[in-house]
């Protein structure tokens, strides 16, 4: 039973009042506490509690999505197609990136097309004659040519380089020609291990991206 | 006045070695403002140059620093963009425009101009320390010299050859690159590519759910927390790997190397390989496996241990 | 068409939608984008209360879906797989921000306070009804775990089980956190004595305030 003071207002709540409390969240989590509902006919003021909570939670289903701005699908796209997951019918294709007015760029962007191209279509090294000099090996003698004229041109422009630079270059430039090296050796014996296969064009690619870097920044006057 | 026209991009991100940070923005969407230069940096006691610029809170920021120096970057809770530069001597100056020219900048860049192109390497270099606004993104190029940056939560483009870089709490994507230097990145929470042919890649304390990180002949160390349905690829060709894994997070791990090894000493549920690929050399679950964690190598060791 | 067989008609769609995607599909991109943008817009803006904030965490949501499209296997619906994504998104924006952190498996609901009475003649009196916009500011205005929880179950429909793994809490503290949420609502909306007149159950007034339990 409630206890009123003086003033007509309950001071604390009963024991059954409690008892309800505790059985509330199971209750309107649809677990069975027949308590409830025969309580909530005797106080008004559970009955109130438990109505309120009931309109809230069904207040709150009902609430409908908030319409976002136009604008979001142009930033979205504009990223993807920026990433490249997809492509734009006004986003140039690889050619229009290779005919840039940087040579050297569009060397290094034919290079890699030309390579990726060559993975791609499952061609083998088997018959590299150049794996047992060490020498960097390339089947096709184009884009053996092309890296080779870049490696030439970064070494003219390397003589003007920063020597802290020139050094990084450098190292880098060994450190990847290794790697290369590496994994063509390895892939003559097991050409169809994919990770190996992977990180050899992963070693062209960043050569052909070092390459085009040192070579533009021994252009113009930067040193 | 000089008056150039540029194509300024709205995405920042620098993610290939051998582009400068110049003509990086020069991107593809289409845009073209006229820079008008507002001319060299008021000058300071010394050589040092001193320059405060109003801007908006998430202004974009570019500095090209060919010669190198040091450049320090933090961000601040004002819209200013404060800058102190030190060149080496006078043999080499600062160039600063703004977007618009008068009004709060929208776009501030800071380009080092050599005067003297038969100065020595030393003699040219140019130390940068600038204050943004912590919404501001960020573009910088500096191939010699270290870079530091602070607190800043727009996306961050790095790139470097010699030097080392260092990105504290960044928030945004952070994209850095360098051929030999050091990359460090503590306490990243957005997405991170980084990128060293022969430098070390150190993450401290991560909490981003998207990095890519490969180096050629550095090592990697990752130390940091695998965010549910997060992607992370480290790479490293011949360098090694250390990861360090909390027990209490939720991975699905791919360790793989061609002629390297794998010591895996997280205690994994080995489960069906949710993405398509072929089976390597460790795979297995740690609880629901909602993080995705490639770990690759050549020849160098894989080493993946837990954290507390 | 009724909700059981709305959702099996959506999950059909996205999966073909999933695949084309996976293809790279720009129209298939763009009708996941249209079908979903505004469920992934309203829970970024319910969990964090700011439209702007909403936005950029919308962004961010959508470009890691695209990017990780190529990984979704199916085991779970699209949509589940999807709001995931979201609620980390926005987890992590909080986590950022500094804001505390919602862990519900720190609070110790051993020692619960009962629901407090101050008893008078105005708490026996029903709320009846509330008005969306009255609605929206107050589930802001709740602590980021307590309307976390509210938003997901209440709001967007997540099950218990499925509130633990996002948020990283035990069932039980889902439930009860919902339960002091819901409570803690309660009491900010009589606090704004919006009281309207009592009408039937079903009726709604000129507002499209409905009074009657949906569930």
């Not at chain 1, 990726?116 to 090294?125: A, D, E, V």
């Not at chain 1, 070494?155 to 450098?170: F, I, M, Q, S, T």
């Not at chain 2, 300024?8 to 991107?27: D, F, K, P």
């Not at chain 3, 068409?1 to 991109?29: K, Y």
Request: aromatic share 6%.
């Amino acid at each position: 039973m409630e206890d009123r003071g003086g003033n007509g207002n309950v001071t604390r709540a009963s024991e059954a009042c409690r008892q309800f409390d505790s059985d509330l969240e199971a209750y309107l989590e649809g677990e069975a506490r027949p308590g409830v509902d025969a309580h909530a006919v005797e106080c008004a003021f559970c009955a109130a509690l438990l109505a309120d909570l009931q309109l809230v939670r069904a207040a709150a289903g009902g609430l409908e999505p908030d319409e976002p701005p136009a604008r979001l699908w142009a930033n979205v796209r504009a990223a993807l197609v920026d990433e490249g997951l997809i492509r734009s019918p006004r986003q140039r294709g690889w050619w229009q990136w290779a005919l840039r007015p940087v040579p050297v760029t569009a060397l290094a962007g034919l290079l890699l097309a030309g390579f990726l191209y060559y993975m791609g279509s499952g061609g083998s090294l088997r018959h590299d004659a150049h794996v047992a000099q060490g020498a960097v090996a390339l089947v096709d003698p184009n884009l053996a040519q092309s890296m080779d004229k870049m490696e030439q041109a970064f070494r003219v422009r390397a003589v003007g380089l920063d020597p802290r630079v020139k050094v990084a270059y450098e190292k880098g430039l060994d450190s990847l020609d290794a790697e290369i090296q590496e994994c063509n050796a390895f892939l003559s014996q097991q050409p169809d291990d994919l990770l190996a296969r992977e990180y050899l064009a992963s070693a062209y690619t960043e050569k052909a991206r070092v390459l085009a870097s040192a070579l533009e920044l021994g252009d113009g006057n930067v040193q | 006045m000089a008056m150039f026209n540029k194509k300024w991009c709205a995405s920042q991100r620098i993610s290939v070695l051998g582009r400068r940070a110049v003509r990086t923005v020069l991107g593809r969407c289409g845009l073209v403002l006229l820079l008008v230069p507002s001319g060299l940096l008021g000058a300071a006691a010394g050589n040092q140059l001193e320059k405060t610029i109003q801007c908006i809170p998430t202004p974009r920021i570019s500095i090209s620093n060919p010669p190198g120096g040091v450049v320090v970057v933090r961000g601040w809770d004002k819209s200013e963009v404060h800058a102190v530069c030190l060149p080496a001597t006078p043999k080499v100056t600062i160039d600063c425009d703004q977007v618009p020219a008068r009004g709060d900048a929208e776009k501030v860049r800071f380009t080092t101009q050599v005067l003297d192109t038969q100065a020595g390497s030393q003699e040219k270099t140019v130390n940068y320390e600038i204050d943004i606004p912590s919404g501001a993104s960020l573009e910088i190029y500096n191939p010699s010299g270290s870079v530091t940056v602070e607190r800043v939560s727009g996306d961050d483009g790095v790139e470097s050859v010699s030097g080392s870089v260092s990105v504290r709490d960044g928030a945004g994507h952070t994209s850095v690159t360098s051929l030999s230097g050091a990359i460090e990145l503590i306490r990243p929470t957005g997405r991170v590519e980084a990128t060293s042919i022969t430098g070390d890649l150190r993450f401290t304390a991560s909490e981003s759910a998207n990095v890519h990180a490969q180096t050629t002949s550095g090592a990697i160390f990752f130390d940091g927390d695998f965010v549910p349905l997060g992607e992370y690829v480290l790479s490293s060709y011949g360098g090694n790997m250390d990861v360090a894994c909390p027990t209490s997070d939720s991975v699905e791990l791919r360790a793989r190397t061609v002629r390297g090894k794998v010591n895996n000493e997280l205690r994994l549920k080995h489960a069906q390989p949710r993405s398509p690929s072929a089976p390597g050399n460790g795979f297995g679950v740690q609880n629901q496996g909602d993080a995705t964690v490639e770990l690759k190598s050549y020849s160098g060791t894989i080493h993946v241990h837990s954290r507390p | 068409m009724n909700p059981t067989e709305n959702r099996t008609s959506r999950a059909a769609s996205d999966a073909q939608l999933v695949a084309r995607a996976q293809q790279g599909d720009e129209q298939a991109f763009a009708a996941l984008f249209d079908l979903h943008k505004r469920r992934v817009y309203s829970l970024c803006l319910r969990m964090t209360g700011d439209t702007a904030e909403a936005e950029d965490l919308s962004q961010e949501a959508f470009l890691q879906l695209f990017r990780k499209i190529a990984t979704f296997r199916g085991e779970s619906a699209f949509s589940t797989w999807l709001h995931r994504l979201v609620v980390n998104v926005v987890l992590m924006h909080l986590r950022k921000k500094g804001l505390q952190q919602i862990s519900l498996d720190e609070v110790d609901t051993s020692q619960d306070d009962p629901v407090k009475r101050e008893y008078g003649d105005d708490d026996k009196r029903l709320l009846h009804s509330i008005d969306r916009l009255t609605l929206s500011r107050a589930i802001d205005a709740l602590p980021p775990g307590y309307r976390a929880v509210l938003v997901l179950h209440d709001v967007e429909g997540y099950e218990h089980n499925e509130i633990a793994q996002i948020l990283n809490c035990s069932v039980g503290n889902s439930k009860s956190q919902l339960h002091k949420a819901r409570l803690k609502l309660r009491d900010a909306l009589r606090s704004q004595r919006w009281q309207a007149p009592a009408r039937a159950p079903g009726a709604a007034d000129a507002a499209g305030n409905v009074g009657h339990e949906r569930r």
